[in-house]
Every structure is written in C-alpha cells, then in structure tokens.
C-alpha cells in the first residue's frame, strides 16, 4: 500500500503537446502541395522533391505529433514529467518548425541554408528527447513500453545526428564514400528503429487501455530489442562488414518477419476486444496495421525478386498507409481527452464531454477521405498521371483533419473562459 | 464499514475509466470513501483528486489496481481506511 501524492500533480499544461499537434498538419499540407506541383519527381527517390516530402512526412508530421506525445504520456506511462515543459515546449517546437522548413525548402530552393537548419532540427528532436530519455532510464526496467521507448528514442537520435551528416554533404554538395551507407542507416534506423519501434511500445499500452483487448504476450513484448538487433545486423551489412546477397535477404527477411509479426497480433487483437464499438480510431488503427503488412509484402517482392523501382510503394505504404494513419487514430483520442481532462483538472463538472470535443461524424468523414487517397496513391504508381489528383484529395483529407483538431480547441478555448462551477460536493474546497 | 462506493471500471475503455469517477466524486460525502477498481494505475486520474481536495491510498497487484478515495480533509476516514490497509 501507498499514498502517492507525489508530484503527480504536474501534468504539462496542454499548450506543451497541443501546439506540435496544431502545427503538424500544416507539414503535410505543404508535402500535399508539393507532390500536386510536381508529380513526377515523386518518382525517384533521389529527387530533393522527394526527399523534402519524405522529411516534411518523418519530421514534419510523425516528428512533431510524437514530441507532443511523449510530453504527455510521460506523466500517464512513467508517472514522470518534464522539468519546465512549457519552456521546452516551446524551444522545440520552435526549432522544429524552423528546422522543418528550412530543411525541405533548402533542399529545393536554397542549398545554402540546409545545414543551419539540420542543426535546428537536431537541437529541437534533443530537448524533449534527452530528457525524456533520461527520465526514462531511471524508470521501471520491467515496463515493456517504457522499454521499447528507450530504444525508439536511441534511435530518434541517431537517425537525427546521421541526418546531420547527410545535410552536410548536401549543403556543401560534397559526398563521402560511404554516403550510401550512412543514408541506408539513416533510412533503417529512422524507420525501423524510431518509427516502428515507438508505435510498437505505444501499441503495448494504448491497444489493451482503449480497446479493452487482452494484452501483448510476454513475447511480443521483446519485438523492440529483436528489432534493434536487426538494425545493428543491417547496420553491418550496409557498412560492408557483412557482403554479400544472402546477408542481404537475411537481413530485409528478418525486418519483414518482425513487421508482419507485429501487424498480425495487433490486427487479431482488434478482433478481441470486450466491448467492439467500433469507431474512427479503431479503422485507422486497422488501416494502419493492414498497410504494415502490405509493406512487408513489398519488401519482399523487391529484395527477393529484385523489382526495382518499389521505393515509391514503399514510402506511400509504410509513411502514409502505416505512420500517418496510426498517428491520426492517435490524434482523434488524444486531442478529446486532453482538452475534457484540462477543463475537468480545473474542478469543473459541467463539461461538455470527450465526443463533444471531436464529433465522430467529422472524425469518419475524414478518415474516407484519407482512406480514398491512399488508395489513389497506390493506383498511381500504376498510372503515374493519376498522382495529380491522388495529391488534390490527399491536401483535401489534412484539410479537414486540421479542421477537426481546430474545431476540438476552439470549444476547449470557449469553455474554458467560463468561470468555474463547484460541483455540489466539493464546496468544503 | 458500509460507506463504501464501489466502482469497477476494469472493463471501460480509456479514458471512460476516468469520466466515470470523476463523476462519482460528486456523490462522495464526508463520512464515506470511493474504492475503485482498475487494470492499472490511473496515473491521469491523481491529479484530478489532489487539485480538488480529495486524498487516495493505493494497492496494486499484478494486474489490477485498487484506488480508495476520500475527502482529504476528512480525517476520521482516512484514518479507518490507513488502519484497514495496513
Ligand atoms: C535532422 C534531421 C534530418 C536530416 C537533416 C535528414 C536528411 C536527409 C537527407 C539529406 C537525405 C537524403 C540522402 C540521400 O539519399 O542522399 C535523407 C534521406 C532520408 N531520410 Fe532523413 N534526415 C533527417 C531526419 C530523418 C528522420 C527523423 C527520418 C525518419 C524516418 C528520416 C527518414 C529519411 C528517409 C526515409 C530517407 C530516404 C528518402 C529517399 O530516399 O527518398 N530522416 N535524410
């Protein structure tokens, strides 16, 4: 038995996480405009076009929602929070907006300015993640998620400072030997070590917590540490450690099992839950593993048989299919229950209550859009002329996000203005 | 003791968990307690209680959590509640 009225009480206002999330959409708007504009480059993968969508999707959208998230599932996970959240908030999120900018119109427009900013990225991914990770570190070791977050945001940052190094070589245009290694790294551990991994350890605890399912085995709670070693065996191949074919297949075979492996259990335990009502989340939630799946697939098709030119699926199934539609079932629960829990933490009871603040009906209407253009992405890399549009309704499906997320803040701003109403039993306060 | 307020939200979906008691709070009177009892710790629901006047003691185990709720500055509670956890 304990009494824990320890420093619980410090939850970070919600100004903190609300502005990364605010902001975020916006990233993918501009990706959105810059694939209508120019449809082609997204192509080939060694376009700066495409290199600038790819950051303004892994930085721009899944970088910035996941700093916002971390600083409030700290408190919720670890029952820790981040010293001064709001000067960090705000340092970060500054550095963020800037660097994100900065990077993908440099790499376009202005080659001058694209070290700058990698180095502004660089500071505003650190000062949320170093603390978190510290504070991570003196948590529970027995905590499967705080576990795979340990390992996620490692990797954050090394995909970060390799990042650094990356946008070096292109600001000076001077490129290593090894430049392809290190980009292959970079794309690994951002993918898999940071990507995958977070939303894996997310999954353990939001998965069971907001759908009522069983929980994730003993075993699939060691998918986190089986992936970094994969990573650190990739890493050997790309380097040149390893040679040959064979390491090759090995190495995307084992990616491709702990993807599927993950996929998989998460879909059956959607399949399980206690009270299966089904809502928004939950389809993004599906749409997000079933895309995972397909993204194995593809990895597979392309080492084992050799196709090339899949890098376009890829990046569509595994950025938008898997990352962005996850990140978005996130959003939906998120942005509702923080804004009821800062008006209900003020001592109010009379508040409108979590569906008020994100009304299913936006919230479904929304996730057709987003669900018809992924499907036009995908039918486009068949019939190349069809990206035009697949771009119209991917800038039309943020659109309406962000209007769903400005519309929850807006009835958050408005009530709480009102003055407080003690309920009847808490007048001794 | 009989001033027990029971509430089982082990199978609500988060955050419904937390919607529930804090609508319970408004029935909780001197002279009486909420025990809860959940899957885990409700770390979101902390400081709600200390923000508005409420104490809590809790007992985990494995895989549930027990959360007993009372008015902090009911005292003779607290005190029957520290005696039958202890
Ligand atoms: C400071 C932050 C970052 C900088 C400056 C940066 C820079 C770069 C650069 C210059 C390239 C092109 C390499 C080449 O092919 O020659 C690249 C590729 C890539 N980066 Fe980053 N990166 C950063 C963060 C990230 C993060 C957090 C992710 C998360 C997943 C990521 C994912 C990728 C991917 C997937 C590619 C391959 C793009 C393609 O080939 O089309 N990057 N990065």
Redo the contacts between chains.
């Keep these: ?5 320890l420093s ?4 970070p206002p919600l100004s903190a996480p609300l502005r990364f999330f605010l902001t975020a959409p916006l990233f993918a708007i501009i990706a959105s405009i810059f694939i209508i504009v120019n449809p082609e480059a997204m192509f080939m993968h060694k376009d700066l076009m495409t290199i600038a969508v790819v950051h303004l999707f892994t930085i721009g959208y899944f970088g910035l929602i996941m700093l916002g998230a971390l600083q409030q599932m700290l ?3 670890a ?1 820790v929070n981040l010293p001064r959240p709001v000067v960090l908030a705000t340092l970060s999120h500054i550095l963020m907006v800037l660097g994100t900018l900065g990077l993908s119109f440099g790499l376009i427009y202005f080659h001058s300015i694209i070290m700058i900013s990698s180095l502004m990225l660089f500071a505003g991914f650190a000062i949320i993640l170093l603390p978190s990770l510290l504070l991570l570190l003196k948590g529970d070791f027995q905590n499967p998620t705080i576990n795979g977050m340990r390992i996620a945001i490692v990797f954050g940052l090394l995909t970060v400072l390799l990042g650094v190094h990356l946008g070096l070589s292109y600001s000076n245009y001077n490129f290593s030997v090894l430049h392809q290694s290190f980009v292959d790294l970079h794309i690994a551990m951002g993918t898999m070590g940071w990507i995958l991994v977070l939303v894996i350890s997310v999954a353990f605890q939001v998965i ?5 399912t069983p929980k994730f085995s003993k075993f699939c709670m060691k998918w986190p540490f089986l992936i970094a070693g994969i990573i650190l065996f990739w890493g050997l191949f790309v380097f040149e450690i390893f040679t040959g074919r064979v390491v090759q297949i090995v190495g995307v075979l084992l990616f491709v099992v702990a993807m599927s492996a993950f996929a998989s259990v998460g879909l059956k335990r959607f399949t399980q839950r ?2 299966p009502i089904a809502d928004t989340t939950v389809w993004y939630w599906r749409l997000s593993l079933g895309s995972l799946l397909l993204t194995a697939l593809v990895l597979i098709a392309k080492t084992v048989l050799v196709l090339d030119g899949l890098e376009y699926l890829v990046g569509v199934l595994f950025g938008f299919g898997f990352g962005v539609s996850v990140l978005n079932g996130m959003l939906y629960k998120i942005i509702p ?1 923080l804004s ?2 800062h008006l ?4 109010r ?1 009379d508040i409108p ?2 569906r008020d603040f994100l009304p299913e009906k936006g919230a479904k209407r929304q996730f057709y859009l987003h669900l018809v253009a992924l499907i036009a992405l995908l039918i486009s890399f068949f019939i190349h002329e069809l990206l035009v549009v697949a771009g119209i309704v991917l800038l039309l499906s943020f659109l309406y996000l962000w209007f769903n997320l400005i519309q929850a803040t807006k009835l958050y701003v408005q009530e709480s203005k009102k003055e407080p109403v003690m ?4 007048s ?2 | 003791m009989n001033k027990e307020i029971f509430v089982d939200v082990r199978e609500l979906p988060a955050p419904e968990p937390l919607e529930v008691m804090v609508n319970t709070l408004g029935e909780l009177e001197f002279g009486a307690y909420i025990k809860m009892h959940h899957r885990q710790m409700p770390n979101m629901l902390f400081p709600i209680l200390t923000r508005n006047g409420y104490g809590y003691f809790v007992q985990k185990g494995e895989d549930e959590v027990f959360v007993y709720i009372y008015i902090k500055k009911d005292k003779q509670i607290k005190k029957e509640l520290e005696d039958v956890l202890k």
Excluded at chain 1, 8 to 11: K, S, T
Excluded at chain 1, 208 to 212: E, L, N
Excluded at chain 1, 344 to 347: E, I, K
Excluded at chain 1, 423 to 426: E, Q, S, T
């Design positions: 038995m304990f009494s824990s009225n619980l009480d410090q939850a408190p919720v996970l029952g069971p917590m907001f759908y009522v206690k009270r229950f009821w829990f209900s933490a003020t001592g009871f209550t979590m309920a009847g039993g808490m001794w306060n």
